[in-house]
Nanobody, 125 residues
């Protein structure tokens, strides 16, 4: 059973960089064929795919976020990390990490076989 757990600050000030970490248990982030994504859901809005890092270390980003996202990994800790720069209140959302076996550009939960429980991030001064 694969488990994913998001961690990071619940409150971030505008213009700062948000950093979230996803810790994976029960499976390696380097296992061939899997992609590890970050998604978010703002209040009252739909799910948005933000980006992913593949088993190979290749990264994929949602162009709509205008290069504000950076995804990296620490294979020694079996973790991957999201950094979102220049945050605004519009970045307030529940953030999730999740696993899929295809490049996950479609923001639908049925594309993912495992996901974390989500972490609330609020951007406010």
């Amino acid at each position: 059973q694969v488990q994913l757990q998001e961690s990071g600050p619940g409150l971030v000030k505008p213009s700062q960089t948000l950093s979230l970490t996803c810790t994976v248990l029960g499976g390696s982030i380097t296992t061939n064929g899997y992609y590890w994504s970050w998604l978010r859901q703002p209040p009252g809005k739909g799910l948005e795919w933000m980006g992913a890092i593949a088993y190979s270390g290749n990264t994929f980003n949602n162009p709509s976020l205008k290069s504000r996202t950076s995804i990296s990994r620490d294979t020694s800790k079996n973790q991957f990390t999201l950094q979102l720069s220049s945050v605004t209140p519009e970045d307030t959302a529940v953030y999730y990490c999740a696993r899929s076996d295809t490049i996950p550009i479609v923001p639908r939960w049925d594309m993912y076989d495992y996901r974390g429980q989500g972490t609330q991030v609020t951007v406010s001064s």
